[in-house]
């Protein structure tokens, strides 16, 4: 039963808690592989939903890119004030690493709750959005360490890297939270 409400909830990021409901239901009982098909289902409603409303699935992915790009740019001006202002360096490194550690708290903070927000107002566009975040995330992180120079090696580390602080705390968000309801099926 559990495994089915985690399924229903991974695959209600593709299209509506009830077609997902209805889903999974028929899957457990035609004995199918519950988790590979619940996979090959999100994929093609995804899929699917960004090919029929390109528009909406990139105007909701482009605004969620630039609440992140704000996010970064904050940090970075945080780094700024502390390493440039403050003069936070390496002669504190207790200081340092704790410094580090809240700033990457505060900004995978953020990337959940972008991803509760874009869930919950993007009911079924949330996954196809999140695609498009993701495409401007590898996109913007190659661009940038590419134009620098950066060593081949490092600019797929760096490509990496940002997908597991911008993707993963999001993905977690929208998993956790359920999408908002219409006024025709909110309970009276």
């Known amino acids: 039963m559990r495994k089915a409400s985690m399924a229903e909830r991974v695959l209600s990021l593709a299209t509506t808690p009830e077609r997902a409901a209805?889903?999974?239901g028929d899957l457990v009982e035609s004995g199918a592989p519950?988790?590979?098909?619940?996979i090959r289902t999100t994929v093609s409603l995804m899929l699917r939903d960004a090919r029929s409303s390109p528009g909406t699935v990139l105007?909701?992915?482009s605004m969620i890119f630039l609440r992140q790009f704000i996010a970064s740019f904050l940090l970075t001006m945080s780094d700024f004030f502390a390493f440039g202002m403050f003069g936070l360096g390496l002669r504190a490194k207790p200081g340092i690493l704790v410094y580090f550690a809240v700033c990457k708290l505060l900004f995978a903070t953020s990337q959940f709750l972008l991803g509760r927000e874009l869930r919950r107002n993007a009911r079924q566009h949330a996954l196809a959005a999140c695609l498009v975040v993701l495409v401007l995330?590898?996109?913007?992180?190659?661009?940038s360490t590419y134009y620098r120079g950066i060593p081949q090696r490092f600019v797929l580390q760096s490509v990496?890297?940002?997908?597991?602080?911008?993707q993963?705390?999001?993905l977690m968000g929208m998993l956790v939270s359920k999408p908002k309801q219409s006024a025709s099926t909110q309970p009276r």
Do not use: D, E, Q, R
């Open 168 to 170: 993963i705390p999001m």
């Open 34 to 38: 519950v988790w590979l098909n619940v």
């Open 22 to 24: 209805v889903i999974v």
């Open 160 to 166: 990496v890297w940002s997908l597991i602080n911008w």
């Open 59 to 61: 105007w909701t992915g």
């Open 137 to 143: 995330n590898v996109v913007v992180t190659f661009a």
